[in-house]
């Protein structure tokens, strides 16, 4: 079985957001604090990296090396575990070399990551052939992949959802934002395993639930056996809305800027423009339109990425 080693500030608060609720004139909602993990700034990556962190150090390896977006919150709380550990780290990230560092970008050099720009179409080729040359140059390197999210990682939000029922809320719904899969993943054997009776509702940021669903519960199922738990999930058990990712990921629309805008205007909540505002977005359509009843409690799982709110214009997050 494989340890924490603890990286993250925990538990972590939830809070009642009685202003959007009246608002809204719907459910209760009441929102978890992932962006406090403290971190490098925070986010729900920091609560996988306490496994994958803890399999790294058992293994002797000296440098994490991983991979994500220009923006990726994952990276920057990765190159702030290297810094907080005394690891080197190499990030590899999908898109041309800004003119300006901005965001999680500054986050990522303050932290001492070696960063290597490659094409998207090439990223898992690029990431190969640091690995190798990590390896070769005796560097004792660690894979860790996209967001964490492999069955070592989910393992994260297993704990989590013991710890949401231990605060003493038992919603009826929790939404949360769902990209790579390994939050989601984790939440649900965590359901399983202790006795949590609501539903999970990831709110996909960009891939369609046909294909997402089998993938997380792959990894459900992969976590389990680590966990020598009895926890058989399958795709018809994983809860996604793919509706509010069909412009593509990271493309900001007038849905997320209003979301970011209302959340901070009337919960004092900030959220990040390409993972929690769109689940916010899509929190906030689908309690207009009915989904939930007025007497459902909702929890939203703030994921964090608070910083990438700081590479975008004020004129594209202001409404």
């Known amino acids: 079985m494989i340890e924490r080693l603890p990286l993250a500030h925990l538990p972590t608060p939830i809070e009642e957001l009685n202003a959007l609720s009246d608002l809204l004139a719907g459910p209760r909602i009441f929102i978890k604090r992932d962006d406090l993990t403290g971190l490098g700034m925070g986010g729900n990556k920091t609560r996988k990296l306490e496994y994958l962190l803890s399999d790294a150090v058992s293994k002797g390896c000296k440098t994490l090396i991983t991979t994500g977006a220009i923006q990726s919150n994952h990276c920057r709380q990765v190159a702030a575990a290297a810094a907080k550990l005394g690891l080197s780290c190499i990030l590899v990230l999908a898109g041309e070399e800004p003119d300006r560092y901005q965001g999680n970008l500054i986050l990522d050099m303050l932290s001492g990551a070696e960063i290597v720009f490659t094409e998207k179409n090439k990223r898992d080729q ?18 860790i992949p996209y967001g964490g999210s492999n069955a070592i ?6 704990y989590a959802m013991r710890e949401l029922l231990q605060q003493g809320l038992d919603p009826d719904w929790v939404v949360f934002a769902s990209s790579s899969g390994g939050t989601q993943a984790g939440l649900v054997i965590g359901a399983r395993q202790y006795g949590y009776s609501g539903k999970l509702l990831g709110i996909s940021i960009e891939h369609s639930s046909s294909v997402f669903s089998d993938q997380i519960a792959q990894v459900a199922n992969q976590a389990a056996e680590l966990l020598q738990c009895d926890c058989s999930v399958t795709p018809d058990d994983i809860l996604i809305n793919d509706q509010y990712c069909l412009a593509g990921y ?16 009337h919960g004092g909540i900030l959220l990040d423009p390409v993972y929690t505002g769109r689940a916010a977005a899509g929190l906030l359509d689908l309690i207009r339109n009915g989904y939930f009843k007025p007497s459902d409690k909702i929890l939203f799982w703030h994921t964090g990425g608070t910083p990438a709110l700081f590479a975008e214009p004020y004129s594209t997050v202001l409404v």
Not at 126 to 143: H, I, M, R
Not at 253 to 259: D, K, M, P, R, S
Request: net charge negative.
């Open 126 to 143: 690029t990431l190969a052939e640091v690995f190798e040359k990590a390896s070769t140059e005796g560097k004792s390197p660690y894979l």
């Open 153 to 158: 990682g989910a393992l994260g939000y297993y």
């Open 250 to 265: 990271g493309v900001i629309t007038a849905a997320e800027i209003e979301a970011i805008s209302f959340f901070a205007r």
